[in-house]
């Protein structure tokens, strides 16, 4: 199995860094492929904590080579400060990547995305306020700077000037706001920052196919989930980039002939963190237990997510959407306490069931769900290491997601730990 794929499958923070760190062992390359810093991925390792931003979650190996794909897009002193960070805590940072082909986040893009949902007001979209989507949207307008151009300091600033006449008119008559001098962001970006990022810059495309030529098992992490996807997300309450599966492909150069496995990554409820559709949302004290048990606040913003039962229909869109091999089951230990768990199967509206989403968004927004209710287990599931050590009515859960889905649950969280996985076979 030279190419894996782990995918988020519902709205973001499933534990797809746990998985990768867990994964990686097996690995010689970790690749994320797209998003930023909007991405908070964390790992769990002999009681330490590190939250992940931009740096692929295999870097506390040693035998791992983590790379920053073309499709990222990429703050340099976001992630020279993350490599800081890492780097006091011991971990070893040299081996890390970063593609020539990313683009840039510029200080523009950061108060273009505060400005934006600032002036949207109750209809924000509720950003991480990273500069996500207007370093994406530039991208696509062709006006982006990637992170070759910090290697040459001619091309940057020509490119700068082109670019921030245009920002500044938009800072200064749209917004209101005192423009930004080109001379500032040299400073930081050429005399600051790239000197230390310029080790890392390289042809990343050419690296993940040296190792999938060398027969390496190479894993690509998603950011994100598969329904914040700008495509297939639930728009426009999504992010500005492909978090599915094949997004790995453009993300990171590879043909799609070359994933031969996806692990979608599910938690055993659902969160969502900013604005946007949810259909099995409570906002009860059930969803109050959810929250508190399962720690649902982000890892860099510190939003509380908003919680919910686990919602099949959107499980079964983001096995067609990502063609999932597998799934791996995270943080069932949050659903200890309850005496019953329930299950969305379905979705009613106007008088119609749907086993799959609705595409029309007016009918999306209008969906009742249809729950099944399950018995829960009342019992501390969190020192589990295998299968027989879940009570029946976990593994019943399990197996009925499993069967709802039509996809295998290999992997079932039961703690933030890195070891803290039962091996499934449902
Ligand atoms: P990611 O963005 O998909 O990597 O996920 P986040 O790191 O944002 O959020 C997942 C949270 O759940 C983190 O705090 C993890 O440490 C934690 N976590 C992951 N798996 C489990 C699990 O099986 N049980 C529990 N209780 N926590 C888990
Ligand atoms: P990980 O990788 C959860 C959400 C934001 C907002 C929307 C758009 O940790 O799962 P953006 O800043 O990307 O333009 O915001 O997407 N969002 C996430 N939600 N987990 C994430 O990442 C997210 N990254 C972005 O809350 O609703
Ligand atoms: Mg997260």
């Known amino acids: 199995m030279p190419a894996t794929v782990v995918v988020g499958t519902q709205w973001g923070d499933e534990g797809k860094g746990k ?26 390792v002999d009681g330490e904590t590190f939250a992940l931003q931009l740096v692929p979650s295999g870097i506390l190996y040693h035998h791992i080579t983590p790379v920053i794909g073309n499709g990222v897009v990429v703050d340099p002193k976001v992630l020279l400060e993350e490599v800081d960070v890492l780097q006091t805590k011991g971990v070893d940072t040299s081996r890390l990547l970063v593609s020539g082909n990313a683009h840039l986040i510029m200080p523009y893009h950061h108060e273009l995305d505060q400005l934006a949902e600032r002036y949207l007001g109750r209809n924000k979209l509720g950003t991480t306020k990273r500069g996500i989507g207007p370093a994406y949207a530039d991208k696509s307008s062709r006006i982006g700077l990637r992170v070759q151009d ?27 706001r005192l423009p930004l001098a080109a001379d500032d962001i040299c400073d930081l970006y050429l005399g600051e920052l790239a000197p230390r990022l310029s080790p890392m810059v390289a042809d990343t495309v050419g690296v993940v196919h040296d190792a999938l030529e060398r027969g390496a098992h190479v894993l690509f992490e998603g950011a994100q989930a598969t329904f914040l996807d700008l495509d297939h997300g639930t728009y426009p309450f999504v992010t500005s980039s492909n978090p599915v599966a094949g997004g790995a492909a453009t993300g990171a150069g590879i043909g799609p002939r070359f994933i031969d496995e996806v692990i ?8 969502r963190v900013g604005s946007g559709p949810f259909p099995t949302e409570l906002t009860d004290a059930t969803g109050d237990v959810l929250v508190e048990r399962g720690r649902e606040y982000g890892v860099n913003t510190g939003r509380r997510r908003r919680p919910g039962w686990f919602d099949a229909v959107m499980m079964r869109q983001a096995v ?106 449902a």
Request: proline share 4%.
């Open 19 to 44: 998985l990768t760190d867990l994964l990686a062992r097996e690995m010689e390359l970790v690749v994320r492929y797209q998003g930023g810093h909007n991405a908070g991925h964390t790992l769990v």
């Open 150 to 176: 910090l290697l040459d300091e001619k091309i940057f600033r020509q490119k700068l000037d082109v670019v921030l006449k245009e920002k500044n008119q938009l800072l200064a008559k749209v917004y209101n």
């Open 264 to 271: 979608g990554i599910a938690k055993a409820y659902v969160t």
């Open 320 to 425: 067609r959407l990502n063609s999932l091999s597998e799934v791996a089951l995270t943080k069932l230990d949050v659903l200890d306490t309850f005496e019953t768990v329930k299950v969305c199967v379905a979705y009613e509206a106007n008088g119609e069931r749907f086993v799959h989403p609705p595409y029309h968004q007016s009918v999306f927004h209008q969906v009742t769900p249809v729950y099944e209710e399950l018995p829960g287990w009342q019992t501390d599931i969190s020192g589990a290491t295998e299968l027989a050590d879940l009570p029946e009515a976990a593994r019943a859960y399990v197996h009925f997601l499993a069967e709802q889905i039509g996809v295998p649950v290999r992997l079932v969280g039961v703690g933030p730990g890195r070891e803290q996985f039962v091996r499934f076979a």
